[in-house]
């Protein structure tokens, strides 16, 4: 059975960065107590969840670079 969560005011926001055609990445949402993440191409998909704080953290890791790629 498939987990529907929708987002406040259905606003699923893209990256600047996701192209012309805006259907190449992925899109977040605010559930109230979760940020949702879906593939853009995809969104009849579940969205993987993930606490506030932990998208939060991600995504500052994102701005200021801090991911090291493993070899």
Known sequence: MKRTFP???NTWRKSTYSG???NACV???DFT???GVRD?????LTPLTFAPSSWS????GLRTDGFEARS
């Open 33 to 35: 107590t979760l940020v």
């Open 7 to 9: 987002a406040l005011n």
């Open 57 to 60: 953290a991600f995504v500052t």
């Open 40 to 44: 853009s191409k995809d969104t009849d």
């Open 20 to 22: 012309a055609e805006g």
């Open 27 to 29: 899109e977040a949402a």
